[in-house]
């Protein structure tokens, strides 16, 4: 229903889809932080290359350690108690191993 409403902009009683779709990129947390930083982003091959340029230029100048893993598509686990509320919450991952295979990367290259 909801993809429905969305395709024609049609809203139901208060539901709105565009508002909902807003909702769903506000709410998303993709990104985690605790003592690193770990994102989840959707980019380009030039922009990933430069991305990954700039990590090696700070992991050389012992600023920071990384770990990267690249796929082709991502994986969102929605808490959605209603669509009519505002509160939803959405948690993006990488569908192919995601932080998990990062993590194991930067494992792999960081002295124990």
């Not at 091959?45 to 990384?66: F, M, S, T």
């Not at 919450?89 to 960081?110: C, E, M, Q, T």
Request: hydrophobic residues 40%; glycine residues 8%; proline residues 3%.
């Amino acid at each position: 229903l909801t993809a429905v409403t969305d395709r024609y902009g049609w809203t139901i009683g208060s539901f709105d889809p565009k508002i909902y779709k807003r909702d769903v990129a506000s709410n998303s947390d993709f990104r985690k932080f605790d003592d690193g930083l770990k994102m989840t982003i959707d980019v380009d091959a030039d922009v990933l290359q430069r991305i990954e340029n700039r990590l090696k230029q700070a992991e050389e100048a012992g600023i920071c350690n990384y770990g990267l893993h690249r796929q082709k598509s991502a994986l969102m686990t929605c808490l959605v108690a209603s669509p009519l509320q505002r509160d939803h919450l959405h948690f993006i991952d990488g569908a192919a191993g995601g932080y998990a295979v990062a993590a194991a990367s930067l494992k792999a290259k960081v002295p124990v």
